[in-house]
């Protein structure tokens, strides 16, 4: 038997008893291993690991393939084994009962990514089991077709927080359609008991200029920092202000523009000194590099005089 074939068998012989909660990091060592060097013993493996009546061992067939051969930020589709992969998800998912392996089949069809998925997840985002709805949830987010669209808008009102949550961020931050119906299931998450569901409302919205957004984005701005999630905020303070030029707006942008000026690396300024290259910053903000985004938002207000 060639190397790569025993170290293949070697790889899926030690992942497949992995089964508890304590062996996750190991199993996905391997997986992740399998993904990158497997190659066509990896394809072969979980073919015959698809056909076993262990779930664990179909779950295993179905994390092989899913990002089987995918380069850096590339997908398994683009790999030379995708179409493969692909084909064997699809045989899979019009039998499997089990909600685990049909969570791990239809999160591989968000990493492969092709339209003959839909008709079966439009099948499954209605399963009783979350983790089948949230496999569904991640394989939609960022398709272009209507009706993932329209699925994800009935997955933004899930029962289960972790499905709304990750909606909630296909619709207002994977896409850049905009019609009523989208911006209402947005909006219909700004009461949402869920903080990371809720914060992705306010920025989806806020990419959008939809000022039903103010209320929950003005009482975010006013949190303490760590009690928010201060890179979402920021992205809806950026957008909201650019759209709507609201005054109530403006002095947080002030006080994110100074933040950032004041950051100075420790180790590249001597403590004496600090202060004096802070003030300096601070009187030639507009030539320091700041993000684009906060620079039209400012952009949209009066200047302000001196940086404060």
Not at 136 to 163: F, M, Q
């Amino acid at each position: 038997m060639p190397m790569v074939e025993q170290t293949v068998a070697a790889a899926v012989a030690e992942l497949l008893p992995l089964t508890g909660e304590d062996d996750e990091d190991r199993r996905w060592e391997l997986i992740s291993w399998l993904h990158g060097y497997g190659g066509r013993p990896a394809l072969d493996a979980a073919t015959h690991l698809s056909g076993r009546t262990e779930p664990s061992h179909r779950q295993a067939a179905a994390d092989i393939v899913s990002q089987l051969a995918a380069g850096p930020r590339g997908s398994a589709r683009e790999g030379p084994y995708g179409d493969e992969a692909l084909a064997l998800l699809l045989s899979m998912v019009e039998h499997e009962q089990d909600p685990q392996v049909l969570g791990s089949i239809t999160t591989g069809f968000g990493h492969i990514g092709d339209e003959r998925c839909l008709e079966h997840l439009a099948r499954l985002h209605v399963h009783p089991d979350a983790t089948v709805r949230f496999g569904v949830t991640y394989a939609l987010v960022g398709r272009p077709e209507p009706v993932a669209l329209k699925l994800l808008i009935t997955l933004s009102a899930d029962s289960d927080p972790d499905v709304r949550d990750w909606a909630t961020f296909g619709l207002g931050r994977q896409t850049e359609e905009d019609f009523p119906r989208l911006r209402d299931a947005l909006a219909a998450r700004l009461t949402d008991d869920d903080p990371d569901t809720l914060a992705e409302a306010v920025v989806g919205l806020s990419l959008r200029g939809d000022t039903r957004a103010m209320p929950a984005l003005l009482a975010a701005l006013e949190l303490p920092l760590q009690r928010h999630g201060v890179d979402l905020t920021t992205e809806a303070l950026y957008a909201m202000a650019a759209a709507t030029a609201d005054p109530r707006l403006h002095r947080h942008l002030i006080a994110d523009r100074d933040a950032r000026l004041r950051q100075t690396p420790d180790d590249e300024v001597p403590p004496q000194l600090r202060a004096a290259v802070i003030l300096e910053r601070l009187r030639r903000a507009p030539d320091e590099q700041l993000p684009e985004e906060l620079l039209a938002a400012l952009a949209r207000y009066p200047a302000d005089g001196e940086p404060g």
